[in-house]
C-alpha cells in the first residue's frame, strides 16, 4: 500500500502561485509515476499533470501548459506542483496520484487540497 498527502493549497488572486506537495510513504519502492488531478465544483475530475518516477517523462494537459510544472524529490518520495498565473478555472481540489501499474490505472489517491483562485 502507498499513502499519499498532498498539501500547499488555499485561496489566490489570479495571476498568483501556489505550490503543492504530495508525500507518499509506505510501499513506494515500485512508484511508476505520480501526478495530479482536479476536480472543479460540478465537473468531472480531470487529468492535470504527471511526472514518471524517473523524471524522464512529463504529461501536461493544454490548459496548464507553460503555467504548471510538476517536480519530485525521490529522497523524500515527494512530488510537487507548482502553479503560476492561476487562472479562475483553475480552482478545484487536487488530487495527488500514483501508479505502480507501469502505466496503467491509477492505483493510489490523496484526499485532495482545496486550490481557490480569486478573480
Known amino acids: 500500500q502507498v499513502q499519499l498527502a498532498e498539501s500547499g493549497g488555499g485561496l489566490v488572486q489570479a495571476g498568483g502561485s501556489l505550490r503543492l506537495s504530495c508525500a507518499a510513504s509506505g510501499r513506494t519502492f515500485n512508484i511508476y509515476r505520480m501526478g495530479w488531478f482536479r476536480q472543479a465544483p460540478g465537473k468531472e475530475r480531470e487529468f492535470v499533470i504527471s511526472i514518471s518516477w524517473s523524471g524522464v517523462s512529463t504529461y501536461y494537459t493544454d490548459s496548464v501548459k507553460g503555467r504548471f510544472t510538476i517536480s519530485r524529490d525521490i529522497p523524500k518520495n515527494t512530488v510537487y506542483l507548482q502553479m503560476n498565473s492561476l487562472k479562475p478555472e483553475d480552482t478545484g481540489v487536487y488530487y495527488c496520484?500514483?501508479?505502480?501499474?507501469?502505466?496503467?490505472?491509477?492505483?493510489?489517491w490523496g484526499q485532495g487540497t482545496h486550490v481557490t483562485v480569486s478573480s
Open positions: 496520484a500514483a501508479d505502480q501499474n507501469s502505466g496503467g490505472p491509477w492505483n493510489y
